[in-house]
């Protein structure tokens, strides 16, 4: 990838990234080109039709065979950037990571809310969520403890009572309650 | 229908109370939603769609576009009371609006704003009107080859307009095209690459696939950094002062840059992929060029505000002509639009003109409506946005994410939808984070079986795969869309060879 062709003049920071992204892309793209070869494969006992020339599988396997492709391009462009980069350079997935944390804590609190919604219910869900997601950003204590409650009893409740309400559209009462 | 009985029973939908009402929502939301920083366009229009459910088809799409052109002109007031672009596509706002809000005019940066985005969105809406029609009554006439290469010229387009590379753009549009066909084959009725998964009988779900790429991902990366969680703290203080018939004539003391940002805005919109973000820049860009006093533009004159607020409004009627005329999304957002008249059980094609008259003029008037309630909320509230714009993420982004769940679980009310809108979330921060764009990925979902089913009925017709080729028009569009990919490839490699040297 042209990330790393100049990675020489770049700060280690960005080196590093250059060198984790071009690492993180080459394996995305090699286990892409393997599910899609698979698919491919797979589409090919699709039934075909007697009264076209395409059958079912025709067109995700023009598709897949196209995506193939440009998984091993992009594969191959990143074992090019791979080598190009600083050898020295650690790949810093660590630190990118931990860098990220608050976006990956509100990601994780957001699939143990769907978790626990068809079990509690979307109103405690939605206010567990609200409060939690509020609590791990940043509202601890005093005044933006007090308006992290109110906007996620506003929200629960509120949301909940606008679909139920007006749009007729209910949303999961929860098994527990 | 005779066109007059089209015209009149649109206006009898549209100035309905329930429409007007809805509507009102709509732009009200679009402007607050664009003025916070992290919540885009995009983002509002994509919630706004399970709301529309209950609605009729022509009250639905009018407050969808209610809430796009509400958030065209609501990016402003963020660019210009905090520097900071509350949309993409008011990136160019920021370099004149916010010098001027600073140098003690703020309520003069966003009245020439809001007055701008006005003119902006009544030229589109003009073009609109006289372009789509001729362009529908051309499209009719196209036959399957045709379509299948338009197609694929909007996609090579798209992929490489959008991100730094064609490879990772063209990747995502055949991304989008592969998940697509999952679900049922759109001629036989096949199942395919479903693995016995119920969720996945009729298809991934597009609106999920759309909250999770465009809101869910998108809100992940808005909360990577710590310190920006507690921004939200005004810049400019003191009061707001606002002479909205002074400053309108400011405005149209500028005829000649207010059409020709107008039109620029308009001609991007309708190219596919190119958005408000190119058209606000290129607008600005072209007013400085034209200018005659051009070190002047940055200082905070009324020129460069005119110039990137009209551009970026104007985006909106342009990005309809070719989803009208052609039944082609020109972006994300109408796609959105699109998705939400299929939901409705309206095809939407070169034929929607003929078949949903009165749906289209609806659409042309909402958007005049639109624009004018716009203007009258903008400058009646002119004194609360100081105080939107100062909600921190903290608060935006748990809440707009209970409002993708909420968006997920409204089409058929199954938890399923929700899982998957998760991994979906997942999914885009991950592709995100890896430099991948996610528009083309969105118009290939949609465009697919459009795709699939053009493809398939050419060579149903004749089986004879050089039509593609032979056919002028279709033959034209393949090359335009050979030469899309050629010039973008051209221009990175001459970049790259630039910051070698």
Known sequence: ?177 | MPMTDALLSSVEQLFSLATIASMLIGVVAGVIAAAIPGFTVTMAIVLTLPVTFSMPPLQGVATMLAVYVGGCSGGLISAALLGIPGTPSSVATTFDAYPMARNGEPGRALGLGIWASFFGALVSAIVLIVAAPPLALIAVKLGPWEYFSLILFAITVVASLVGKSVLKGLMMSLLGLFIATVGQDPMMGVPRFTFGVDVLAAGFPFLVVLIGIFAVSQLAGEVENPEELRQGKALIHGRLQLQPLTVMREVLARPVNLLRSSLVGVIIGAVPGAGGSIANLIAYDQAKRASKTPERFGTGIADGVVASESGNSATAGGGLIPMIALGIPGSAVDAVLMAALMVQGVSVGPRLIMDNADLVYGMFLAMFLAAGMVLVFCLLSLRWFLKITTIPKSVIVPVVLTCCAVGALALNNRITDLYLLVGIGLVGYALAKLDYPLAPLVLGVILGPIAETNLRRALMADEDWTLFFTRPISAGLLILAVLSVAFTVRGLLRQRAAARR
């Open chain 1, 1 to 177: 990838m042209n990330d790393a062709t100049d990675t020489a003049s770049r700060s280690p920071r960005e080196a590093s990234d250059a060198r984790g992204k071009a690492l993180a892309n080459g394996l995305f793209n090699a286990a892409l080109a393997a599910l899609f070869s698979a698919l491919f494969v797979q589409a090919g006992e699709l039934p075909s039709s007697m009264w076209e020339p395409l059958g079912a599988g025709s067109f995700p396997r023009l598709v897949l065979g196209a995506l193939v492709l440009f998984n091993v391009a992009l594969l191959l462009q990143s074992v090019n950037a791979w080598r190009r980069s600083d050898a020295a350079c650690r790949t810093g997935t660590l630190a990118w990571f931990i860098h990220r944390r608050l976006a990956f804590a509100t990601l994780a609190t957001f699939a143990l809310y769907a978790a626990l919604m068809p079990w509690v219910g979307f109103t405690v869900a939605s206010f567990l969520f609200l409060l939690g997601v509020q609590w791990i950003l940043g509202a601890r204590r005093g005044q933006r403890l007090l308006t992290a409650l109110i906007v996620s009893v506003l929200f629960s409740v509120g949301l909940h009572a606008l679909f139920s309400q007006v749009f007729l559209i209910s949303l999961p009462p929860g098994r527990l309650f």
